[in-house]
Nanobody, 123 residues
Framework: VQLQASGGGLVQAGGSLRLSCQAP????????MGWFRQAPGKEREFVCI????????DYADSVKGRFTVSRDNAKNTVTLQMNSLKPEDTAVYYC?????????????????WGQGTEVTVSS
C-alpha cells in the first residue's frame, strides 16, 4: 500500500499551498494520519498529525498557527493547508498512516508512507 501525496509546487514567501493525501486500497479512517517533511541535506521531521475523527491534531512548533491539517473520511482524503509559507518550509512533504500511534512524532511509528510531494518557497 502506498499513499499518494500531491499539491506541491513553487510559491513565494508568504503564499499558500494545499497538499492532499489519498490512499487507494486503504481505509484512511482507520488511521491517524501524519505529515512529515525532509529538506535537502536534513533528516525527515514531523510536521503534524490528525486523529481518526479529525477532532484531534498536533503540530510541530515551527508550523503551528500557519499549517492546518484536516481530513474527509468520506472522500478518504487528508489535506494539509499551508499558509504564510517561509523559505525554511522548502522540503519534500510526505503523508503517512499510523494504525496505533505510540510515538506519533517518530518516523518508525508509521505503517504506510507516500512518495512525497515537493514544496519550494522562494524568498
Amino acid at each position: 500500500v502506498q499513499l499518494q501525496a500531491s499539491g506541491g509546487g513553487l510559491v513565494q514567501a508568504g503564499g499558500s499551498l494545499r497538499l492532499s493525501c489519498q490512499a487507494p486500497g486503504l481505509i484512511l479512517s482507520s488511521y491517524y494520519m501524519g505529515w512529515f517533511r525532509q529538506a535537502p541535506g536534513k533528516e525527515r521531521e514531523f510536521v503534524c498529525i490528525i486523529n481518526w475523527s479529525g477532532r484531534g491534531t498536533d503540530y510541530a512548533d515551527s508550523v503551528k498557527g500557519r499549517f492546518t491539517v484536516s481530513r474527509d473520511n468520506a472522500k478518504n482524503t487528508v489535506t494539509l493547508q499551508m499558509n504564510s509559507l517561509k523559505p525554511e518550509d522548502t522540503a519534500v512533504y510526505y503523508c503517512a498512516a499510523n494504525r496505533r500511534p505510540v510515538q506519533p512524532r517518530e518516523i518508525n511509528d508509521y505503517d504506510y508512507w507516500g512518495q512525497g510531494t515537493e514544496v519550494t518557497v522562494s524568498s
